[in-house]
């Protein structure tokens, strides 16, 4: 398997625009989270989903965010509008809860909003 | 909600030591526990993944402890290499996963 994929891998934006960041998880698994990473704050659950279900979007830090899961192989995350303070790197994972529950990251979207 | 704090934030060793980092969470309830390995602006790679019923894992020169009535985990190093120098994160599930801030590790050849 080619491991959680990520696009674009970098992402340049001007404030205001609109900003969707993809993911493809790893064949079978039944959970998907993204997170955000900054210096300040660390690595932030923003939002999961299992069976493709959202379960907790709490992360999520404002209504200018969105996360949708159309089916079992694909999430976007979407910003709208783009703000410099989203600036960040964010990564979406995945687990199969039938074998250990263990986690596999994504390479990450490097998203900067100028 | 799950509070994961790692100690110490960053941590400089000679070649060849053996090293112990540490990570801590309020709840004990987890399903599992996993140590991850970062290195500058990369992504995150799975060292050990601990379940709640184990004590303890083990890969190579890694070996990873739970405790989970104590709420405490170790990452155990031995003979560390340059190539370790990296941040490890410990991540705690409880269903959901919350991760520590890191131990940013430096070994000096």
């Known amino acids: 398997d080619a491991g959680v994929i990520q696009s674009p891998r970098h992402e340049v934006t001007e404030m205001g625009q609109e900003v969707t960041l993809r993911c493809k998880p790893i064949?079978?698994?039944?959970?998907l989270f993204w997170y955000r990473q900054t210096m300040m704050r660390g690595l932030e659950l923003l939002i999961y989903?299992?069976?493709?279900?959202?379960?907790?979007d709490s992360g999520m830090p404002e209504d200018r965010f969105s996360a949708k899961m159309p089916n079992a192989s694909f999430s976007t995350l979407k910003i709208q509008p783009s703000e410099p303070r989203d600036s960040a790197v964010y990564f979406c994972?995945?687990?199969?809860?039938?074998?250990?529950?263990?986690?596999?990251f994504g390479p990450g979207t490097r998203l900067t909003v100028l | 909600k799950q509070e994961v704090t790692q100690i110490p934030a960053a941590l400089s060793v000679p070649e060849g030591e053996n090293l112990v980092l540490n990570c801590s969470f309020t709840?004990?309830?987890?399903?599992?526990l996993q140590w991850f390995r970062q290195d500058p602006g990369k992504g995150l790679t799975s060292l050990l993944l601990?379940?709640?019923?184990?004590r303890e894992q083990t890969s190579g020169r890694l070996n990873a402890s739970l405790d989970k009535s104590s709420g405490r985990s170790t990452l155990y190093i031995a003979a560390s290499q340059p190539g370790d120098s990296a941040t490890y994160l410990c991540?705690?599930?409880?269903?959901?996963?919350?991760f520590g801030a890191g131990t940013r590790l430096t070994v000096k050849p």
């Open positions: 994972a995945s687990r199969f809860s039938g074998s250990g529950n263990e986690q596999f």
């Open positions: 064949s079978g698994h039944d959970y």
């Open positions: 989903f299992n069976n493709n279900v959202p379960i907790d």
């Open positions: 709840d004990s309830a987890i399903y599992n």
């Open positions: 601990i379940q709640s019923s184990q």
């Open positions: 991540a705690v599930n409880n269903n959901d996963m919350r």
